[in-house]
């Protein structure tokens, strides 16, 4: 039996190409969130590992997803130790 796929909400919202890249987007931003949060730094000290700013931090812990393109998820989940794959299914 075939595993159905779930829709997110982003294919309710966007074309299906801008709804892909907001769930890129949106499960890359979880996934740091998830590290910052079992990592026990402050903001500032995870700052420094990711070499943004602070209030960079900040937007992330509240998930502004907006305000972060998908290739600067991609290298901040890098620079966590996150290894960042993408998988393509038909």
């Known amino acids: 039996m075939a595993k159905k796929k779930v829709r997110s909400v982003f294919h309710d919202l966007y074309p299906a190409d801008q709804a892909a890249e907001m769930e890129m987007r ?10 910052l949060a079992d990592s026990g730094m402050t903001q500032t000290e995870a700052a420094k590992v990711l070499g943004v700013t602070q209030a960079r931090i900040s937007d992330l812990k509240r ?4 305000l972060f393109s ?19 299914a038909a």
């Open 26 to 35: 949106s499960l890359l931003l979880q996934g740091l969130s998830q590290w």
């Open 63 to 66: 998930g502004k997803i907006s």
């Open 70 to 88: 998908l290739d600067l998820l991609v290298r901040l989940a890098s620079r966590a130790g996150l290894q960042p794959q993408l998988q393509l």
